[in-house]
């Protein structure tokens, strides 16, 4: 079980858990979330990128009741620090998953945010990776 969460801890939470990490959460084991997950029947929402099941923090924080405004602020605090516009293989690591499932992903449509291509270049836009992420596009207050 994790520890109690605080709003330090919380900052340290990916944007995105994969189902071992975020079954805990829930008081249930590794092999029981797999089942639960394939089934539809896991507390939120889970997303299947090939054999990988993600989890968005944003969802574990909702089903929780917990403070999800103050995570979803500095996360997306952070993420305004990026470029209006990022490459592929920088969007499939804040989604947690490799540059080879993203580029597979990418080519049948199924990548997790809306993909421009230019050429043979990959282009994914910031709003839309905050979207995809659960954490809206609400400008940070600075």
Do not use: N
């Not at 801890?9 to 092999?31: E, N, Y």
């Not at 299947?48 to 968005?56: H, P, Q």
């Not at 998953?97 to 809306?114: E, M, N, Q, V």
Request: net charge positive; with cysteine.
């Amino acid at each position: 079980m994790y520890p109690p969460v605080t709003p330090e801890s919380l900052r340290r939470l990916p944007l995105v858990l994969d189902l071992p990490t975020a079954a805990p959460f829930f008081g249930i084991g590794r092999t029981f979330a797999y089942e639960l997950a394939r089934a539809d029947e896991f507390p939120c929402p889970v997303r299947r990128y090939g054999r990988l099941y993600r989890v968005r923090t944003a969802d574990v924080l909702d089903t929780l009741g917990l403070d999800r405004a103050g995570w979803a602020a500095w996360q997306a605090a952070r993420l305004h620090r990026l470029p209006p516009v990022v490459d592929l293989p920088t969007a499939a690591g804040l989604f947690t998953i490799g540059r080879s499932l993203a580029y597979s992903l990418a080519k049948t449509d199924d990548f997790p945010c809306p993909i421009r291509r230019y050429g043979r270049l990959h282009r994914v836009r910031t709003v839309d990776l905050l979207d995809a992420l659960g954490l809206g596009a609400e400008q940070p207050d600075t």
